[in-house]
């Protein structure tokens, strides 16, 4: 956490990402955030043992490779720098790491990849909302948190 800002200034400048995040994914802003947009060779992808989906979590964790296709990520980097205490960091990293990892298990456990990117595809509205509404109650919380340390 940038402890040399003020809290006041932390949350605004966290809100301006979130602002800023929101903006592209309802694409209100005619831009989307930086990405390293290459995708992870197919034969990765789908190894059986487990480690095809751990090397994808970790090159898309760690953004060796990876498309975005939601703003989230730079919601979680800038909580990670302006909310959140030092050692919540790799936490944070790992979270998404893990994330990113289970959604490419899931699809290769389903059995058929390609009708699993289907199903997400017909329901990411709904995903990425949902995903939103739970970061929201997050930031909420984050933000109360550090408005009071204002007194």
Known sequence: MLQLLPPT????????VVLLAIGCDTKVVPFRLPQNGRQVPSDIIVRQDGTGALQFGFEMGTGLRTFVPTHLPYVLVAVALFAA????APVLGASFGLGRTFMVHSAVRSGNATAWDRRFATNRTVIVAACWAATAMGLTVLIWGLLRQNG
């Open 9 to 16: 200034a932390r949350v605004v400048a966290l809100c301006t």
């Open 85 to 88: 205490p030092w050692w919540a």
